[in-house]
């Protein structure tokens, strides 16, 4: 029992630790970070299923989370304790309630915005305004997020860290939004991530990664459900499906939101479009 608590105290003691894996070059291997973060998936929030009904949001039951797909690369997360997650926030997709966080990415206007609704407590950028390494790790009732610096390419122009992936974890699920990454990520940088239920993928072909980069990103990360974005924007996306459905089974869901558990993943990987909202 000793033994245990001792194991217990030592893992806990990385969770405070500041730093996180820096982003690498193009295609290129990152060097291996002096101290990071526990990655998603060792149960370091909240667990719902310990927790009484009184607690929890009628459509949100313990052990879930409740994801919408607001339009473009805005995904709502909303979590048994009332905590709503906003990814992208740009203010032109607005969802139903004022989220109490919002994760964004320096790439286009639509991923991003300096006019914030006061009501939003958490505003994590994935970039770093001052020139440096956006380093988020934020543990809000039963949410935890963090992100992993990466890379953006616009027009031949780059930003190295100008982009996050964001990790978001909460109901026992791990969820990722790849935000506008423009590259390959390295073994540490996937190890960074740790398990991934939910991958937000963006699939217009064009100004993120091709269908291939894609679908190569996917294999690395190997999460149980690929949920793609950038549906109506100018490029390749009507022709996903048929190059994803090579590999996974692809699915329709004819709906904009869906109440997940663990026990809903499939065992092989699966590709679910949500319908969006706005």
């Not at 869901?253 to 969006?276: A, G, Q, Y």
Request: aromatic content about 10%.
């Amino acid at each position: 029992m000793k033994l245990r608590l001792l194991s217990i105290l030592f893992l806990l003691n990385f969770l405070w630790l500041p730093e996180a894996i820096e982003a690498a070059p193009l295609y290129a291997q990152a060097k291996s970070p002096a101290k990071q973060y526990i990655p998603c998936g060792l149960g370091l929030v909240e667990n719902n299923l310990l927790k009484r009904a009184s607690l929890q949001l009628a459509d949100v039951p313990g052990g879930s989370v409740k994801i919408t797909f607001v339009g473009h690369s805005t995904f709502m997360m909303e979590t048994p304790k009332g905590v709503a997650v906003s990814t992208d926030y740009a203010g032109l997709q607005t969802p139903d309630r004022t989220p109490d966080i919002v994760t964004m990415n320096n790439s286009h206007s639509s991923h991003w915005t300096d006019f914030i609704d006061p009501k939003i407590t958490h505003v994590l950028r994935g970039w770093d305004p001052a020139g440096g390494i956006a380093r988020h790790h934020l543990r809000f009732k039963d949410m935890r997020i963090y992100n992993l610096p990466t890379n953006i390419f616009d027009f031949g122009k780059g930003a190295m860290n100008g982009n996050s992936v964001f990790v978001y974890e909460a109901g026992g699920l791990c969820m990722a939004h790849l935000g506008h990454l423009h590259h390959f990520l390295s073994k540490e940088q996937v190890a960074q991530l740790g398990r991934i239920d939910v991958l937000y993928v963006p699939i217009d072909g064009v100004n993120t990664l091709s269908h291939e980069e894609a679908l190569h990103i996917i294999g690395q990360i190997n999460p149980r459900v690929i949920m793609p974005m950038h549906l109506s924007a100018f490029g390749e996306a009507e022709a996903f499906p048929s190059t994803a459905g090579q590999k996974y089974k692809v699915k329709f869901l004819e709906k904009d939101n869906i109440v997940l558990n663990r026990s809903m993943l499939p065992f092989k990987t699966e590709v679910w479009f949500l319908t969006e909202k706005f």
